[in-house]
């Protein structure tokens, strides 16, 4: 199979409120290509879980590397009990409580689910997603589908089409179009395959709220070197816009002083008098608010040509993990 090029496709991008643009989706999918749809975190370029030939062609579009395993999404867990070997109790106590939504459960793989899926390991993280689009397209194809967020490598995450199409023009075929993300940043991933419940990327969907419903949980320090990757979101490295990105710390107040004026500014608070309006971006006060709009304002910055952006401390808490830790693999340098 020829990789995917810059200049493959005539990328078009339909509003997702077309039927006739819902059936085109489901046509291509079923032919083994991407598409970009939109889920309640962020977009995600889909492609057949089933056919380890469409998921490649995954990989090619965005340059991933193949140690980079996906979430597989569903339509229901009647269908994620397909894509997993094992389905215990806790699989059934978090799917009731949290599908559809923003919540990924790694099981042990079932034989269907190719092993570029879930780069050589064992096991699978699965997803029922609650944007009605993603569903509707999951009903109408009747496969699971494995999806990424519908960007570069390691870039910034779409929240938008207009994101998508930024980054993945020419690469695949077709963008649907359903407007923003609700929840903006990618889905909490819980793994339930050792003694205990482990979160592995954190996400909107708590460690406290897991642990009401499950008990002891644990949250994951980080992969072992060398180690297989149960799920994304695990690479030090990620989430970047093209800008370096600085966490103040502590020392916010003098980092801001001594920057150049040049630099953009994500704060929670108004912006400062001696800077440019158009370079400070004043973030919601509420985790929920700031995480909806981290990527399009990270987005923002890049297409401003932003090359520094000081990022102010976020208020301590555990409802704000999940927006420090895409922050801190934003500011990354690897």
Known sequence: MSGIGENQFDTKILSAEDSDALGQAVELLGQGLPVALPTETVYGLAADALSAEAV??????????????????????????DCVY??????????SAFWPGPLSIVLPKADSIPDIVTAGGVTVAVRCPAHPVMRDVLTRCGFPLAAPSANLSNRVSPTRAQHVSKQLNGRIPLILD?????VGIE?????????????????????????????DTQVATGPQTGATLKSPGQLPQHYSPKARVVLAGELWEATLGQANADAHVISLEPPAANWDPEKWHEMPSSPDGYARNLYET????????AELILVQPLPTGAEWDAIRDRLTRAANEG
Not at 187 to 202: H, Q
């Open 187 to 215: 889905s909490t991933v819980i793994d339930l395959t050792g003694e205990v419940a482990t979160i592995l990327r954190p996400g909107m969907i708590g460690l406290g709220q897991v642990r009401e419903l499950l008990g």
């Open 56 to 81: 490649t062609r995954i990989f090619e579009a965005k340059g991933r590397p193949a140690n980079n395993p996906l979430i597989v999404h569903v339509d229901s867990a009647a269908m994620a009990r």
């Open 298 to 305: 990270l987005h923002r910055c890049d297409q401003a040509g």
């Open 86 to 95: 094992a389905w215990p109790s806790a699989a059934d106590q978090l799917a």
């Open 178 to 182: 359903g407007g923003a993300c609700e």
